[in-house]
Structures are given as structure tokens and as C-alpha cells.
């Protein structure tokens, strides 16, 4: 079984961003809080918590079976879905995959590249949180 990524201690968070930017770096080669895959947003102001919205990697992932284009998404061993991003093509669908997400947001698409973007459970958002929000647990349940 693989591990998955878990937003373990969201009370932690204090919207520093560095998960964001430890993602677009390693996953897409550039700085980015749109070409990331996880997103931070501030749930009611200055004074109030964050939210984590991320991928958390289904066993069944149902946005691999929405996607209408034939292996552009695929189940990754261990929960979540890797893109295949010379298959997938934004502009030959009408965006299935976020439909079926259950996480709000957990899915995007990149309109520069005309991609999908998406968590692919590597942990690289881990190592940059230096508030522990962030923890890879080996994958249990759906979820």
C-alpha cells in the first residue's frame, strides 16, 4: 500500500504558502500559485483559520473514470490519480474530472497548458511545512 497526503494539524496553518510554492517547483519547474496543486485560503479573514485544499488521494478515485479521454487520468497505486499530461487535453472535455471530485477545488485546470492539475501524493509539499500541517500516512481506508 502507498502513502497518501493528509492535512493532519490544519490549526497549524498560518498561510505562509510554502506548501503552494514546494509544489509548482517540483512538480512544474516554476513558482506558481495557480500551477500548484494545493491551495491555501484564509476562512474568514485575517483573524481566523486556513484551508487546505488539496487532493486526498481516494482509493477510488471517480475523477479517472469521468475523464471522457481514455488514460489522460489513471488510478495511482495507493490511492489518488497520476495526469497524464500528453493525453490530457482541457479543451476536448467538459471538465468531468472536477465534477467528480468530492474535494471543491481539489482539481483545476491550468488554462496556459490546458491541463489538469492535480495532487499526485509525492510529499514534496511536506518537507516545506515547517508547522507539521502537512503529513504522508500510509494510505488506510477510502479516503
Do not use: F
Amino acid at each position: 500500500m502507498g502513502k497518501r497526503l493528509r492535512v493532519k494539524n490544519l490549526d497549524r496553518c498560518i498561510g505562509c504558502l510554502e506548501c503552494v510554492y514546494a509544489c509548482s517547483r517540483t512538480n512544474e519547474k516554476l513558482l506558481s500559485n495557480y500551477r500548484s496543486a494545493i491551495a491555501v485560503k484564509a476562512s474568514g479573514g485575517i483573524e481566523r483559520n486556513y484551508v487546505v485544499v488539496v487532493c486526498r488521494g481516494c482509493r477510488s478515485p471517480p475523477c479517472a473514470p469521468a475523464c471522457p479521454i481514455p488514460g489522460a487520468i489513471k488510478p495511482r497505486e495507493g490511492g489518488g490519480v497520476i495526469v497524464d499530461r500528453e493525453i490530457c487535453d482541457a479543451t476536448k472535455c467538459n471538465q468531468e474530472c472536477i465534477e467528480a471530485c468530492p474535494i471543491p477545488g481539489a482539481i483545476h485546470i491550468d488554462v496556459d497548458i490546458n491541463k489538469a492539475i492535480v495532487c499526485r501524493q509525492c510529499g514534496a509539499c511536506v518537507q516545506y511545512c515547517s508547522t507539521g500541517v502537512l503529513v504522508m500516512e500510509e494510505a488506510t481506508g477510502e479516503w
